[in-house]
């Protein structure tokens, strides 16, 4: 029998964690944050460390409550994050600890869960085992885990297959199909295609834009947006700022190819930033700390400031966080004089992304932009394609793979429902062969 448990991530967007369990045998995929939530709760700047327990943060929802499981616990064989998005990822070490299993990942998505152990000074026990996109683990007798090579707007994503006697399992939490990524390889749609000739028991599927009627944007298409703004406008004698995902290397690296083409020196500014660029750099996927300068701390990040205001500020790009106006980010510290730099009229700011659709991340970057047109700024929003896949997309997936059964995951219930509704499209049925189900749910097959 295969028992699939929702631990998270099946009410609302984050807070990622499914628990697949085959025969005695159990498989974790995912231990992501609710980000909205660890937010609130810990209100924490870039460059201060504050201790938290696993408690008091699955008491506020900021990640998954696995008591769910707790009777599966000894039985959990491998831990695996899909990526290296929080969402994904930051609960793991957290929660890892209680299981006496290995972690298996991408080089990328190690890299990152070990600077963030280092951050939280936490240390894992758990055992991580790397295992390349497109590859095979022999995790027992009865299950083999499979990644299965993606693109997203994070490297070195994957869908997992779990494969087993009893069926195979697909996981596609966080994907797009993008042709032509700037970083890695295309989707492997061949692989997909030979899943689903062979059979799949039940595909597990992002929703959150199941909504949009439309195929999701290549990287390349936010690579011609980024050209535009930057090398299109007139910047000469202004200050230039871009934001964006900091484990978004594939942007960042197209933002740095146009800084040096802006004939300015490139400054990264953020804990965050640096974090994500040195996970890059251990494994040879980007070199970004050659081609530009990163500071980390908030009183390094100061000096610096002072030191360009002096130089001139038209001679540098400055790529900061805070795209989402997070209180303590680089960008609105500036913004609010905490950390002191003089704005003039219509310099630039570049917001190369969207604002995440939450209660805080809205109110939040209101803020911050109030604040930058009070200086005078020009700011470029929504210099972006996002990194989920939409109704056509998801379309693809399910003709490629033809499974059996389908479980939306990662989204609340209208999301859900409207990748409910393309499966019916289909020819599924709401209840028998396409299921909403919610955190703490079992499906059993």
């Not at 600077?115 to 083999?144: F, M, P, Q």
């Amino acid at each position: 029998m295969i028992q699939i448990c929702a631990v998270g991530g099946y009410n609302e967007v984050g807070k990622n964690m499914t628990a697949v369990k085959v025969d005695d045998e159990v498989v974790i995929i995912d231990m992501g944050l609710q980000l909205d939530n660890y937010i609130r709760y810990t209100e924490q700047d870039e460059d201060e460390l504050v201790e938290l327990s696993a408690h008091d943060l699955a008491r506020v929802g900021a990640i998954p409550n696995d008591s769910v499981i707790k009777d599966w616990r000894t039985k959990v064989k491998a831990i695996v994050p899909t990526h290296a998005h929080l969402d994904h990822v930051g609960a793991l070490i957290f929660l890892a600890n209680k299981y006496d299993a290995p972690i298996l990942c991408t080089p990328f998505t190690a890299e990152v869960i070990k600077a963030i152990s280092r951050d939280e000074r936490i240390k894992l026990k758990n055992e991580i085992k790397i295992l390349n996109v497109n590859s095979h683990y022999k995790l027992s007798e009865n299950i083999t885990i499979e990644f299965i090579n993606m693109t997203h707007s994070t490297p070195q994503t994957v869908m997992v297959a779990i494969h087993s006697k009893q069926g195979t399992i697909i996981y596609a939490n966080d994907f797009k199909f993008d042709n032509h990524p700037t970083i890695g390889k295309k989707p492997n749609y061949e692989r997909l295609a030979e899943l689903g000739k062979q059979g799949v028991k039940a595909l597990i599927c992002d929703c959150t834009r199941a909504k949009q009627p439309i195929k999701t944007p290549s990287e390349l298409v936010a690579k011609e947006m980024l050209r535009d703004v930057m090398l299109g406008v007139d910047s000469k004698g202004k200050t230039v700022i871009v934001t964006t995902f900091a484990s978004h290397l594939a942007r960042l690296k197209s933002i740095i190819e146009f800084g040096k083409k802006m004939n300015r020196k490139i400054v990264f500014l953020g804990r965050s930033l640096a974090k994500y660029s040195e996970a890059g750099e251990n494994i040879g996927l980007v070199n970004f700390s050659k081609e530009a300068e990163i500071v980390r701390f908030g009183k390094q990040i100061k000096k610096r400031l002072q030191q360009i205001q002096k130089d001139g500020t038209s001679k540098y790009l400055l790529v900061v966080t805070g795209h989402q106006g997070e209180p303590k980010s680089t960008l609105s510290k500036i913004v609010t004089g905490k950390i002191p730099f003089k704005f003039n009229q219509e310099d630039h700011v570049i917001f190369s992304c969207t604002v995440i659709p939450s209660e805080i991340n809205i109110r939040n970057r209101a803020e911050l932009e109030k604040g930058l047109r009070a200086h005078g700024v020009r700011i470029f929003r929504d210099i972006h394609t996002s990194g989920h896949a939409s109704k056509e997309d998801l379309r693809d997936l399910l003709n490629l793979v033809n499974p059996e059964n389908i479980i939306p995951a990662h989204g609340d219930d209208e999301m859900k429902q409207s990748l409910v509704d393309l499966a019916i499209e289909k020819g599924y049925k709401k209840g028998k062969t396409v299921h909403l189900i919610h955190d703490g749910d079992k499906l059993s097959f």
